[in-house]
């Protein structure tokens, strides 16, 4: 599994808009037969700030994505958008295929 976490600084004027921008992106993405999970969030710190976090089942899906042609246009898109480069942390995980249970806790 390729594992990546991104974070995107979005100029204050476009913030409220940035999920609006990003929709298409996000499902065109959750549909490629190699994603595993395309999850936004956006800090309950800095509202200009959004953290991707996405997985892929492995390097050619991850290639297939950033291929594609809708990530060639979310790429120009949201370049009008961020207020600076991204951050971004890639990895991959051999033998995941997606979230594992977490131990340390368990509802009651």
């Known amino acids: 599994m390729i594992f990546i976490t991104v974070k995107f600084a979005v100029r204050p004027e476009r913030a409220d808009e940035w999920l609006d921008l990003v929709d298409g992106f996000t499902q065109a993405t959750r549909s490629e037969p190699g994603n595993l ?11 200009n700030e959004f953290v991707l976090v996405e997985a892929f089942r492995d390097g050619d899906a991850g290639k297939e994505h950033v291929e594609s042609a809708h990530f060639t246009k979310a790429m120009d898109e949201m370049s009008y958008a961020v207020a600076a480069k991204p951050q971004i942390v890639s990895i991959e995980i051999p033998g995941m295929d997606g979230w594992g249970e977490m131990g340390e806790i368990t509802p009651r």
């Open 37 to 47: 999970f395309f999850e936004w969030s956006r800090s309950v710190d800095n509202a």
